[in-house]
């Protein structure tokens, strides 16, 4: 089954703390990106990848980092995290850039 | 830099009412526009999408969005809704000869009275 696969699903922890949000996609696809999304605001691009070892900055890309070793994964990390990214993050890939995205079932970061 | 307006926040219809979201996005270029739809408690899915031709593109659900490229308008419409469509709608534009970046607009949340 063609699928975005998330993990952790929920997380609390603690601001300063180091965490690893994983995502892993099936189908080959080249580009993947992160998303937060804040009510009100809708979904805003963290960052995103055209393909492997290319990345390039969303909207919001302050304090996260992100890596694209290999083609199916891209994990979103926060070094040193703060209240303000307590959010839902969704991560996503395509094809190419300007298809329409596939979409993991999210993450939702508490961080205290 | 590419933007996208949706300006009704929160829109709240009986069912077999007609539906029109209003989705504008500002870039002066070629774009590739979607509607996303996403459920209570579930992830995003692709309601349509537009990128050449017709400017009026039929969707999944009985949905349809008509491109109107001198109001840099793509309005989501449904001749009638139904309580399985209460969700939040998001529109999203993605320009050809731009940064590789989806933006999103706000969303609007639809709620459908039975």
């Known amino acids: 089954e063609a699928q975005v696969t998330q993990n952790p699903r929920y997380l609390i922890t603690v601001t300063g703390k180091k965490l690893t949000v994983t995502c892993s996609q099936n189908m080959n696809h080249e580009y993947m990106s992160w998303y937060r999304q804040d009510p009100g605001l809708g979904l805003r691009q963290i960052y995103y990848?055209?393909?492997?070892?290319?990345?390039d900055k969303g909207d919001v890309p302050e304090g996260y980092k992100v890596s694209r070793k290999e083609k199916r994964n891209f994990p979103l990390i926060l070094e040193s995290p703060s209240p303000n990214q307590t959010s839902l993050y969704f991560c996503?890939?395509?094809?190419?850039?300007?298809?329409?995205?596939?979409f993991g079932d999210g993450t939702r970061l508490s961080i205290l | 830099a590419q933007s996208v307006s949706q300006h009704n926040h929160h829109v709240i219809l009986s069912e077999a009412a007609s539906l029109e979201l209003g989705c504008n996005y500002s870039y002066g270029g070629t774009v590739n526009l979607f509607w996303y739809v996403q459920y209570p408690g579930q992830h995003l899915q692709l309601l349509l999408k537009?990128?050449?031709?017709?400017?009026l593109v039929k969707g999944i659900k009985g949905f349809e969005a008509e491109f109107i490229k001198s109001k840099f308008s793509f309005n989501l419409r449904k001749p009638s809704v139904q309580w399985s469509d209460t969700a939040e709608y998001f529109c999203a534009v993605n320009a050809r000869g731009g940064r590789r970046a989806l933006t999103f607009g706000s969303g609007t949340r639809l709620q459908v009275q039975p």
């Open positions: 537009y990128f050449s031709g017709d400017p």
């Open positions: 996503a890939s395509s094809p190419t850039f300007n298809q329409p995205q596939h």
């Open positions: 990848s055209m393909n492997v070892e290319v990345t």
